[in-house]
């Protein structure tokens, strides 16, 4: 389906729903750098209203914003997202996924999601977010029951959920202003010479980490293993060459593109190769389908080439909205590779066997089968 709007129709409007579709790389890469006439303020799905009917106008998450208020946040809450603090969380990433993986080899394989993919993301969005020990069970739960509700675009499913979480949360808040830590919570209550972030924007903030750190990353270590196992030479080149791990996931994130589409809104009329979409119109990004164009990847872009080295992938689209936590999911991924490699170099999983969870938005394993080999 990607491929046909690519060619025949890249400037799609689908009538029931009123809404427009962009599947061409050029066409999606200069639509998620132009703020000014693709706008995240009105909700990142094709629905009308999607952001006041999930209940978060209140809170307005950082992904509804458009510079320059976003500007200004986002350069707060990039403070603990540095390149030293997500390498300082590396060793314990790596002692998580090598513990998890060890546990599949000595049970002679397992569901490998819910053992290590789906546990590990988890496990690091409470890391940045500050989230103690203690309540790392409840976390847990509330993380997998608003996912699972935001798969199809409506929290309002979680809506018991959600409002247990802002209540944490804002206790959690108000801890920090007495006890802070070294995490993105503590850095925002403390910013501006103490004076702190409002606290619906810190909401918005832990909302957004939790929705979209958590099955974006077991998308790519998913669905990146199974491509990775149905490539045979590939694996085993990568696990010959562990030198090759970071242009691995480069290429793995641009074929799986976890988060398939999101979209904008036109703030204006807006011509595209001679079409033109109508101001007020949801416009729909679709970085899976651009991230295997042919036009920007070559002819091959839909196969799986570790030494491809693709640049600006559309995977955390691009320019203001560039993901914040892109680097702690290339960690993520590197590690988990380079350790199931290292232990498990002729691993299998089975794709076929595998299930799918639900929602237009995100793709990934539920489950997904897994045998660690000779």
């Known amino acids: 389906?990607?491929?046909?709007?690519?060619?025949?129709?890249?400037?799609?409007?689908?009538?029931?729903?009123?809404?427009?579709?962009?599947?061409?790389?050029?066409?999606?890469f200069d639509a998620a750098r132009d703020t000014e006439r693709f706008s995240s303020a009105q909700g990142l799905t094709h629905l009308y209203d999607d952001v006041a009917t999930a209940g978060l106008d209140t809170v307005r998450p950082m992904v509804f914003l458009d510079p320059p208020e976003h500007t200004e946040f986002r350069r707060l809450v990039a403070?603990?997202?540095?390149?030293?603090?997500?390498?300082?969380?590396?060793?314990?990433?790596?002692?998580?996924a090598a513990e998890r993986i060890e546990a599949l080899r000595s049970n002679?394989?397992?569901?490998?999601?819910?053992?290590?993919?789906?546990?590990?993301?988890?496990?690091?969005v409470a890391h940045y977010l500050?989230?103690?020990?203690?309540?790392?069970?409840?976390?847990?739960?509330?993380?997998?029951?608003?996912?699972?509700?935001?798969?199809?675009?409506?929290?309002?499913?979680?809506?018991?959920?959600?409002?247990?979480?802002?209540?944490?949360?804002?206790?959690?808040?108000?801890?920090?202003?007495?006890?802070?830590?070294?995490?993105?919570?503590?850095?925002?209550?403390?910013?501006?010479?103490?004076?702190?972030?409002?606290?619906?924007?810190?909401?918005?903030?832990?909302?957004?980490?939790?929705?979209?750190?958590?099955?974006?990353?077991?998308?790519?270590?998913?669905?990146?293993?199974?491509?990775?196992?149905?490539?045979?030479?590939?694996?085993?080149?990568?696990?010959?060459?562990?030198?090759?791990?970071?242009?691995?996931?480069?290429?793995?994130?641009?074929?799986?593109?976890?988060?398939q589409g999101l979209a904008r809104t036109t703030t204006t009329d807006v011509d595209i190769d001679g079409t033109t979409i109508p101001a007020g119109r949801k416009v729909m990004l679709l970085y899976a389908a651009a991230n295997r164009d042919p036009r920007e990847f070559g002819d091959d872009a839909e196969q799986l080439?570790?030494?491809?080295?693709?640049?600006?992938?559309?995977?955390?689209?691009?320019?203001?909205?560039h993901c914040l936590g892109a680097s702690a999911a290339r960690l993520m991924g590197r590690v988990v590779l380079e350790e199931?490699?290292?232990r498990c170099p002729e691993f299998a999983v089975d794709g076929d066997a595998a299930t799918f969870a639900p929602g237009n938005f995100v793709r990934w394993y539920r489950s997904l089968p897994f045998t660690p080999g000779p």
Do not use: C
């Open 79 to 96: 403070k603990g997202f540095t390149p030293r603090q997500v390498a300082e969380i590396e060793p314990a990433v790596r002692e998580f």
């Open 305 to 321: 080439r570790i030494d491809r080295r693709p640049a600006q992938i559309l995977t955390f689209s691009y320019g203001a909205h």
């Open 340 to 342: 199931l490699l290292g």
């Open 130 to 259: 500050g989230v103690p020990e203690a309540d790392r069970g409840r976390f847990d739960r509330w993380v997998h029951r608003v996912v699972a509700a935001s798969a199809n675009g409506n929290v309002l499913d979680a809506s018991e959920t959600v409002a247990e979480i802002f209540e944490y949360f804002t206790a959690l808040i108000e801890r920090r202003r007495s006890d802070p830590g070294d995490d993105t919570i503590s850095l925002l209550v403390q910013a501006g010479d103490g004076a702190g972030v409002d606290p619906m924007r810190i909401l918005g903030f832990a909302f957004t980490m939790i929705t979209g750190g958590n099955d974006t990353t077991t998308g790519l270590l998913s669905t990146g293993l199974d491509l990775l196992h149905r490539s045979p030479d590939q694996q085993a080149a990568l696990a010959a060459d562990p030198s090759l791990t970071d242009d691995a996931v480069q290429e793995l994130l641009r074929l799986t593109s976890p988060v």
């Open 1 to 28: 389906m990607y491929r046909d709007l690519r060619d025949h129709d890249p400037v799609h409007h689908v009538e029931r729903g009123d809404y427009w579709v962009l599947s061409r790389y050029r066409h999606v």
């Open 108 to 124: 002679g394989g397992g569901d490998i999601v819910s053992e290590l993919l789906k546990p590990l993301p988890t496990f690091v």
